[in-house]
């Protein structure tokens, strides 16, 4: 192996090209910084590669199978519909293959040095990287680590990537399971078990928890819960996992529900009760940067790390691991460095899960509300009254909105529904703005649309939707 001779010194290097990283190296770059970005495996990192865009691309296929089923309720009739889960992947793939190409050439646009390898710190202020065709060595002015996360493993269950799998095998399976067995019911869980279901699998979920998403709103959880067993997929829940054994190609799992053991077997184990940060291995200590005990470096509001000079964006820091909270980070870090008032302190992070129906958060829910101290009042409109879900064939869900009694300003939006996903843009700026609750209601909303059930949910809060009764409250 060949060592560089020299050091290339770099005003700022990125370390990880995920969601967090890339944007980072490019708005750093706008700025007029020299960027390296280092990346040991793809540009796009877990998000465009195994995880975000893939996922959605299957979650929209496997949909479609689901809704061609359900269109003779229209008039339209299939007799015939089956799946080529190899097809399916290649168009998947190419999907996955375009956007990586454009997040290449916009690095290159942007003058960003793209560097493949293992980073390794030395010293501080200087990395090796093991390009596998050489070592190279660079002195950096400022430093964003974006390493992004992992699966976490079930101790007793390690993944063999064959029965027992993670999410990224579970995107490349070249045969639907006869019977998938999913621990956790989280986003990645429910997303993954709601997939398979669709492309004909049994599925069973087996959660810890005794409800479903017990941070979610309860009026969105109930929903979802209904709706998963109407597609046919099982809930356990409040079941711990005690075991498992492997044997001619089937995995037995022996579980405790209500006190009582029992057995589930399955030809597929997807292993999802969360991620772990990637900081394990970067030897920080050598640039004297220490993590808690979970692995999360700690950071201030400027994404500025202990040590000067070093930031921490995406799932390396403690809080939601979600693409787009990595970007924002990355974005304010580069800012940072380039001399801005730039500072995290966003008020609203909307998460989505792609179950089905959607589900879609942005701000506090009642309970964080009301233990803030909080005297609140709430709004509630169901999706069964408008006129646009029920053309799409699609009435389960619930928008709702948490306002503060006193100011009336928007504390939280929460929907589950159709296309929740988009929806929540509308609940996350009211939110961001500071929007008082009549905001969302004088706002107009086109008809016959779904965004009406936020303004309906809106004028809720104060008991005057139209489209559901609202019973005279008493003066």
Known sequence: MVVGDFTQ???????????????????????????????????????????????????????????????????????????????????????????????????????????????????????????????????????????GSTPVEIPGMPFDHKIIIDSTDALALKQ?????????????????????????????????????????EPELSQVLARTLKKIGIKLLLGAKFESVDIKNKLAKILYTEKGEQKNLAGDKVLVAVGRTPNTSELDLERIGLETDERGFIEVNEKMQTSVEGVYAIGDIVKGMMLAHRASHMGK??????????????????????????????????QAEA???????????FPFRALGRAMTLGEVDGVNKIISDA????????????????DLI?????????GSHVDDLALTIHAHPTLPEGIGEAADDVEHKAIHIFNPPVKQ
């Open 9 to 147: 010194s770099v005003e700022t290097v990125v370390i990880g090209a995920g969601p967090g990283g890339y944007v980072a190296a490019i708005r750093a770059a706008q700025l007029g910084q020299e960027v390296v970005l280092i990346e040991k495996q793809l540009l796009g990192g877990v998000c465009l590669n195994w995880g975000c865009i893939p996922s959605k691309a299957m979650i929209e296929a496997s949909g479609l199978k689901h809704q061609i089923a359900k269109a003779a309720q229209m008039g339209i009739i299939v007799n015939d519909i089956s799946v080529d889960l190899s097809k399916l992947h290649q168009w998947k793939d190419g999907l996955v293959d375009r956007l990586r190409g454009g997040v290449k050439t916009l690095l290159e646009k942007n003058g960003v040095d793209l560097v493949y390898g293992k980073a390794a710190f030395t010293e501080p202020g200087k990395i090796l990287v093991d390009t596998k065709e050489a070592l190279q060595r660079f002195e950096y002015k400022n430093l964003i680590l974006a390493t």
């Open 176 to 216: 639907i399971p006869e019977h998938l067995i999913v621990i956790g019911a989280g986003s990645v869980g429910i997303e993954m078990g709601t997939i398979y279901r669709k492309l004909g699998a049994e599925v069973t979920i087996l959660e810890l928890s005794e409800t479903l998403l017990p941070s979610v």
């Open 332 to 365: 304010i870090a580069a800012e940072v460095i380039g001399g801005k008032a730039a500072a995290f302190d966003n008020l609203a992070i909307p998460g989505v899960i792609f179950s089905d129906p959607e589900i879609a958060t942005a701000g506090l829910t």
């Open 370 to 380: 009301e233990d803030q101290g909080y005297k609140v009042k709430v709004g509630l």
């Open 406 to 421: 006193e100011t009336g300003a928007v504390l939280g939006v929460h929907i589950i529904g159709p296309h929740a996903s």
């Open 425 to 433: 843009a509308e609940g996350a700026l009211a939110v961001e703005s």
